[in-house]
Every structure is written in C-alpha cells, then in structure tokens.
C-alpha cells in the first residue's frame, strides 16, 4: 500500500464478522487497507499467546556468538497494569546439535546499557538470563511445558532443603526482526539459582550415558562415573 500524503490509511474487514471464538482457533481475517491511491489485501491471525520481537540490530542472522539486540514483550495477563516489556538485550543460538534444525533455539541475557536487566517476565522468577526453546522436536508443543509444571506444581520446594529445584516455561509467539518464527516456550536454563546452592555444593552433567543401565542396576552406588562439574574447580 502506498502511504498517501495525509498519512490516513481505511481498513475494511472482509469477513462476516470477527469473534471470540474464530480468535480462539487461529483464524485468518482478511482485511482491505486502502488510500485515495492503492490498496492491499491482508490476512491477519488474533493470538492468545504473549507477543516477544527480537530486533537483531539490523545484524538479522543471529550466531553462536552473542550480539546485540533489543526485546518487546507484550504481556497478555490481564491482572496486571503494565502489558508492554522492553529491554537492551545480546543474544546468541543456543545448543549442541540442535544448532543443525531448521528452527533455532536461543539464549537471551537482558541489558540495561552495560549492566544486567532482570525482569520477571510472563510472572517467571526474576532474572537476566532467559532461553527461547524452539519445540522442535516436540511434535505436540505440550511435553516440555507438561512435564516442567508438573514438576514445579509437586516437588519444587518439596524437598529437604526447600530449594525451588524447577524451572518454568511459557509460551510465546516470536518474531525476529518482525518476521514471524514461531511458537516458542519463554523460561530459564536449570542453573545454581534454581537448584538454590550453598557456598559448598555443587551442579554436575553426566559427559556418558553409556553406564546409565548399570547405574540403575546398582542401588549402592559403588561405581564412579566421570563427570563434569558446572560450577567448581575441582
């Protein structure tokens, strides 16, 4: 469409009607916008999902190495006063070998100029550094965010040392640099935060599930694995 002179844009709605219901299952509505001089034909889709856009800066590839960004959240919650969430940000992919799928996965830490940013987003705990994981694997779209609440709803806190031992996920609909990627689930990596460790404990990722049979075949634990620790020297 060209914007005309006076900047003054009509747009008509080309179906029946718009309602709550076609909102709720992803209908498309077409819609005219029109000037004195042209016009364009347009679909648009209502979401019930929060909205995030990832502005890259005019970098529009985003790589292993972070770079920086900007981040518009619209928050959807209707019991709180403020909807719209913005921040500096860098960014970076996120992964091993899901750097090879089509659809990407990223890694967001929140900026405030130099400084960090955190920010409760979508009512998750309050942090700088969040994960956009991109459901690729996950046919469904449910068991990731499934399994993760059903942990949090029952044994997060639950525990002997009443550490908050879950994490949390969110769905969002994300775009990058206004183009639309995807369904997304918004959270934070399981880290030292939420595992809440002390001065003496630490976080250890298995490098082999090759003996993980034998592991299970042995209920005292008299064999040793390698593994490598997260946040120790030793």
Same mark, same amino acid.
């Given at each position: 469409?060209?914007? =005309?002179?006076?900047?003054?844009?009509?747009?008509?709605?080309? %179906?029946?009607?718009?309602?709550?219901?076609?909102?709720?299952?992803?209908?498309?509505?077409?819609?005219?916008?029109?000037?004195?001089?042209?016009?364009?034909?347009?679909?648009?889709? $209502?979401?019930?999902?929060?909205?995030?856009?990832?502005?890259?800066?005019?970098?529009?590839?985003?790589?292993? /190495?972070?770079?920086?960004?900007?981040?518009?959240?619209?928050?959807?919650?209707? /019991?709180?006063?403020?909807?719209?969430?913005?921040?500096?940000?860098?960014? !970076?992919?996120?992964?091993?070998?899901?750097?090879?799928?089509?659809? !990407?996965?990223?890694?967001?830490?929140?900026?405030?100029? +130099?400084?960090?940013?955190?920010?409760?987003?979508?009512?998750?705990?309050?942090?700088?550094?969040?994960?956009?994981?991109?459901?690729?694997?996950?046919?469904?779209?449910?068991?990731?965010?499934?399994?993760?609440?059903?942990?949090?709803?029952?044994?997060?806190?639950?525990?002997?040392?009443?550490?908050?031992? *879950?994490? +949390?996920?969110?769905?969002?609909?994300?775009?990058?640099? %206004?183009?639309? *990627?995807?369904?997304?689930?918004?959270?934070?990596? =399981? /880290?030292?935060?939420?595992?809440?460790?002390?001065? %003496?404990?630490?976080?250890?990722?298995?490098?082999?599930?090759?003996? $993980?049979?034998?592991?299970?075949?042995? =209920?005292?634990?008299?064999?040793?694995?390698?593994?490598?620790? !997260?946040?120790?020297?030793?």
């Amino acid at each position: 469409v060209t914007i =005309p002179r006076d900047n003054i844009l009509n747009v008509a709605v080309l %179906n029946d009607r718009i309602n709550l219901e076609d909102i709720a299952y992803g209908k498309a509505f077409k819609l005219l916008v029109y000037s004195n001089v042209s016009y364009r034909e347009v679909n648009i889709i $209502a979401t019930t999902l929060p909205i995030m856009n990832i502005d890259t800066k005019g970098k529009h590839e985003v790589s292993e /190495d972070y770079s920086k960004a900007a981040i518009r959240l619209f928050d959807n919650r209707a /019991d709180i006063r403020n909807h719209e969430f913005t921040s500096d940000a860098k960014i !970076k992919l996120r992964g091993s070998t899901s750097l090879i799928l089509e659809k !990407k996965s990223y890694r967001l830490s929140l900026l405030d100029g +130099e400084s960090s940013n955190h920010a409760d987003l979508l009512g998750m705990r309050r942090d700088d550094d969040w994960i956009l994981n991109s459901l690729y694997g996950d046919q469904e779209k449910v068991r990731n965010i499934l399994s993760a609440q059903l942990w949090y709803d029952c044994c997060a806190e639950h525990n002997e040392f009443g550490a908050q031992n *879950a994490f +949390e996920y969110r769905y969002v609909e994300l775009f990058v640099d %206004n183009s639309y *990627a995807g369904l997304y689930l918004l959270g934070y990596k =399981p /880290d030292k935060k939420t595992a809440d460790l002390g001065s %003496n404990e630490f976080i250890y990722k298995s490098n082999d599930w090759s003996n $993980a049979k034998v592991l299970r075949e042995d =209920p005292n634990f008299t064999r040793y694995y390698e593994l490598d620790s !997260k946040y120790a020297d030793e």
